[in-house]
């Protein structure tokens, strides 16, 4: 089982991009979505998660009022929409299902991530 993760590219500063994350195998339902960012020679950081079941969201302050993490359950589809983007965004963003949002992560998939590239 693999998550996709799709819907990067080049964009200027100061604009949107949505990401999608998607599986062909799996109930992404069942599952808490986090979606992380990782630059060469960083730690991978997440920017946003959904639990499982409450779809309650959860984000680090970095990216709070600016990203926006949403389920569609009719299409097994996690999208993480960004605005107002920075050119320290630019990483490669890959989504994860997990057993839940909060405590010490429990991953149980990954997906091949996405290049996000923001031009200043």
């Known amino acids: 089982v693999q998550l996709q993760a799709s819907g990067g590219g080049l964009v200027q500063s100061g604009t949107s991009l949505r990401l999608t994350c998607t599986a062909s195998?799996?109930?992404?339902?069942?599952?808490?979505i986090g979606w992380f960012l990782q630059t060469p020679g960083m730690e991978r950081e997440g920017v946003a998660c959904?639990?499982?079941?409450?779809?309650?969201?959860f984000y680090p302050d970095s990216a709070k009022g600016r990203f926006t993490i949403a389920r569609d359950h009719a299409k097994n589809t996690v999208y993480l929409q960004m605005s107002s983007l920075k050119p320290e965004d630019t990483a490669v963003y890959s989504c994860?299902?997990?057993?839940?949002?909060?405590?010490?992560?429990?991953?149980?998939?990954w997906g091949q991530g996405t290049q996000v590239t923001v031009s200043s």
């Open positions: 959904i639990s499982g079941g409450d779809d309650r969201t």
């Open positions: 195998d799996v109930a992404l339902d069942d599952y808490a």
């Open positions: 994860a299902a997990m057993k839940e949002c909060t405590g010490p992560p429990v991953y149980v998939y």
